[in-house]
């Protein structure tokens, strides 16, 4: 056999593959759960003995307002900033980045944040010095609040070790943050030497 009846019968087995799992691997019972909750549903709204069908109405419709109250209320929880999620991964142009020196080596700042800049097209405000005395040794990321997805992601394009990507500390190690969302401050572990 030549090389394109293999490369037919190769096709023909791929597609035959697809079709049987399609039919057998996308089986749903959820239209078995779907009529089992109606039917819950339904029991659940049926007058018991002795109450009249507007006492059961008006059990049903103080059920709904409550549940209803109930979701509003977790809503809310989620919006203020009080839920523990990670909080949403902006699009990188609207994630304003600083990056500070805190190595020795001239320009390292700066060449983070063109790698940030260049390829991944986050909003880079400024490449600067820290004000430490002493020579970082591991690169830390840091996040304002609600940035922690962008700090994470910021953090895997430069190579920065996950564990160091913390919220924003209250003391800086720079003089200003120039209203950035994240703050990268570049250890001896991305750029040793000097």
Request: glycine share 10%.
């Amino acid at each position: 056999m030549n090389i394109a009846g293999k490369g037919v019968l190769l096709i023909i087995v791929v597609v035959a593959m697809g079709v049987f799992a399609l039919s057998e691997g996308f089986e749903d019972d959820s239209g078995q759960s779907a009529s089992q909750a109606t039917q819950s549903t339904q029991v659940e709204e049926q007058p018991q003995e002795g109450e009249t069908t507007e006492e059961a109405t008006e059990n049903s419709n103080s059920d709904a307002a409550s549940d209803a109250e109930g979701q509003e209320a977790e809503s809310e929880d989620s919006t203020d900033g009080t839920s523990s999620s990670l909080g949403v991964l902006h699009p990188p142009a609207e994630v304003r980045v600083l990056v500070a020196n805190g190595t020795e080596v001239t320009g390292a700042a700066g060449a983070t944040l063109d790698t940030l800049v260049a390829t991944s097209g986050y909003n880079g405000v400024q490449a600067v010095n820290d004000i430490q005395e002493n020579i970082l040794e591991q690169t830390y990321v840091y996040f304002s609040q609600g940035y922690e997805l962008d700090g994470r992601n910021i953090a895997i394009i430069i190579n920065a070790a996950g564990e160091f990507v913390l919220p924003m500390p209250i003391e800086l190690p720079i003089d200003d943050l120039l209203d950035a969302n994240v703050l990268v401050h570049v250890g001896a572990d991305l750029f040793p030497g000097g």
